[in-house]
């Protein structure tokens, strides 16, 4: 297991999507992804990738693992 490296927008989209989530949905300034109870707000869609610090607390947030996160393809 490598560290964790910076992330497109879609592709985290894509991760989330096969870890049980649904979305993104529109919602105040953010858009958010679902998976039961659990609301998760995502980055906006910009031209860069999403960083390091801010992938680990999207993932913290998610309740996801980063083995779990890493495994997902």
């Given at each position: 297991?490598?560290?964790?490296?910076?992330?497109?927008?879609?592709?985290?989209?894509?991760?989330?999507?096969?870890?049980?989530?649904?979305?993104?949905?529109?919602?105040?300034?953010?858009?958010?992804?679902?998976?039961?109870?659990?609301?998760?707000?995502?980055?906006?869609?910009?031209?860069?990738?999403?960083g390091v610090a801010l992938l680990a607390r999207v993932l913290t947030q998610a309740g996801v693992s980063r083995e779990?996160?890493?495994?997902?393809?």
């Open positions: 297991m490598g560290p964790l490296a910076p992330i497109s927008h879609r592709n985290l989209i894509a991760k989330l999507r096969r870890l049980g989530f649904e979305g993104p949905y529109g919602g105040g300034k953010h858009p958010m992804m679902v998976r039961g109870e659990l609301r998760l707000t995502i980055p906006n869609p910009h031209g860069a990738d999403i779990e996160c890493e495994s997902v393809e």
